[in-house]
């Protein structure tokens, strides 16, 4: 089957430093563009897009969240405020930082009268009271000075220029005690450097907007009673989809009388045992990144059927066919997107026990993963103890498992196969 070579995950890289008061305290965090998780340094080919790339994920930090009055400061580029790129982010945390050297244009400067009219916070960046620095600050709430270039007249410059504003002094670069004393005598009541804390880089990894729709139309597929014309609306909303499905039923192995024109017509007279089966292999194999081997979604497919076909051979009431299809199939998303479990699941219909079990911990389904691994694995000495210890008879479970390797290959191979 065609592959979507979307990847599933957004790569997350950014650093941030706080800005600590006089009690060390936490006044804020400055959020630092970067390239990589390794990387100790910006390198920015493009200001906008390293804006964008920053604000967009300023609230992707792992841990703790922000605490409320904590600030983050963002560096922004002439075009991005111009854009209104700031309003992407709450007013009452966010710091839109400027260089001093970006043109006090008209435009720029009634674009930051409006920011700080919405509440937003205004920082000059390696603020040296030039001349356009010193329009600049009439607009601005706080000033980063670099205090490892500057000396003690410099510093004061500075400080005398915010003299008789509502301005806070930003001491940024401080390295040593030396500094941070000579920042402190001349006035500055905010300090940030290495003397405190470096850049802490922040890496991480999210679902991407188009595969969070992905697994949302599992919820419309896995309900009690289809709805069609529900259905029909997802799967036309996505081309990918509509055209594969189109163009499978369409094929001579399906022998139509007549040609199929519309996605509902399709839905029904492929019927809902079929479909439902194509559309849960279909996305998964489609969400897997495509730097990833393309066993595993066979794997989940060929463990689905499996866990599925030994369900009704038993026939236990506590123990759903349907379900123990999900069991397998979602069961090496882990492996699949290099995420944990916990934070893709949370995106599937399933119950409480199910997601348990998936993420590890030990109910009524764990015995019949285990049973799926020890199959592949080949540990058959140790299969055979936990079949007995279920109660399986070892010749019934293993034709369940051979089925199920010709119902994942046919439908890799030949969707017909698989209905």
């Known amino acids: 089957?065609?592959?979507?070579?979307?990847?599933?995950?957004?790569?997350?890289?950014?650093?941030?430093?706080?800005?600590?008061?006089?009690?060390?305290?936490?006044?804020?965090?400055?959020?630092?563009?970067?390239?990589?998780?390794?990387?100790?340094?910006?390198?920015?080919?493009?200001?906008?897009?390293?804006?964008?790339?920053?604000?967009?994920?300023?609230?992707?930090?792992?841990?703790?969240?922000?605490?409320p009055g904590v600030k983050l400061v963002i560096n922004f580029s002439h075009k991005s405020i111009l854009e209104k790129i700031p309003y992407a982010l709450p007013s009452q945390n966010t710091v839109v930082q400027i260089s001093e050297t970006i043109p006090p244009?008209?435009?720029?400067?009634?674009?930051?009268?409006?920011?700080?009219?919405?509440?937003?916070?205004?920082?000059?960046?390696?603020?040296?009271?030039?001349?356009?620095?010193?329009?600049?600050?009439?607009?601005?709430?706080?000033?980063?000075?670099?205090?490892?270039?500057?000396?003690?007249?410099?510093?004061?410059?500075?400080?005398?220029?915010?003299?008789?504003?509502?301005?806070?002094?930003?001491?940024?670069?401080?390295?040593?005690?030396?500094?941070?004393?000579?920042a402190k005598r001349v006035g500055f009541k905010l300090f940030?450097?290495?003397?405190?804390?470096?850049?802490?880089?922040?890496?991480?990894?999210?679902?991407?907007?188009?595969?969070?729709?992905?697994?949302?139309?599992?919820?419309?597929?896995?309900?009690?009673?289809?709805?069609?014309?529900?259905?029909?609306?997802?799967?036309?909303?996505?081309?990918?989809?509509?055209?594969?499905?189109?163009?499978?039923?369409?094929?001579?192995?399906?022998?139509?009388?007549?040609k199929i024109k519309s996605v509902k017509q399709a839905i029904v007279l492929a019927g809902w045992k079929l479909l439902k089966n194509w559309l849960r292999v279909i996305i998964l194999t489609d969400l897997t990144p495509p730097q990833k081997s393309s066993e595993l979604p066979l794997n989940s497919a060929q463990r689905a059927k499996f866990l599925e076909l030994t369900a009704r051979a038993y026939n236990n009431r506590n123990i759903d066919p349907e379900t123990m299809f999900l069991l397998g199939l979602f069961s090496l998303l882990e492996p699949m997107f290099d995420l944990p479990m916990a934070s893709v699941i949370k995106y599937l219909p399933l119950d409480q026990e199910i997601q348990s079990a998936l993420c590890g911990e030990r109910n009524i389904y764990t015995d019949w993963l285990d049973m799926a691994i020890l199959f592949e694995t080949a540990q058959w000495d140790v299969l055979e103890r936990h079949l007995g210890e279920l109660g399986f008879d070892p010749l019934i479970v293993s034709r369940c498992y051979y089925l199920s390797m010709r119902w994942a290959n046919a439908f890799f191979h030949n969707p017909a196969e698989a209905s």
């Open 105 to 182: 244009t008209p435009n720029l400067l009634a674009a930051l009268q409006e920011l700080s009219n919405d509440g937003y916070y205004i920082a000059i960046n390696d603020y040296e009271v030039r001349p356009q620095g010193e329009i600049l600050i009439d607009y601005a709430d706080a000033v980063f000075v670099d205090v490892l270039t500057a000396n003690t007249e410099s510093l004061k410059r500075a400080h005398k220029s915010c003299e008789g504003k509502k301005v806070q002094l930003i001491a940024k670069r401080v390295e040593d005690s030396e500094k941070y004393e000579l």
């Open 192 to 258: 940030q450097g290495y003397f405190f804390k470096k850049p802490e880089n922040i890496g991480n990894r999210r679902l991407n907007s188009n595969e969070i729709a992905r697994l949302k139309l599992y919820r419309l597929i896995e309900n009690d009673m289809p709805d069609f014309d529900d259905l029909a609306e997802a799967i036309q909303a996505d081309v990918s989809l509509t055209y594969r499905l189109l163009t499978l039923l369409n094929s001579p192995i399906f022998g139509f009388s007549q």
């Open 1 to 67: 089957m065609a592959r979507n070579t979307t990847a599933l995950y957004d790569k997350i890289f950014f650093a941030r430093q706080p800005i600590l008061k006089e009690d060390s305290s936490i006044w804020g965090y400055e959020l630092l563009f970067r390239n990589s998780s390794a990387a100790t340094k910006a390198d920015i080919t493009d200001d906008y897009k390293a804006t964008l790339n920053v604000a967009a994920n300023s609230c992707a930090i792992p841990g703790q969240p922000v605490q």
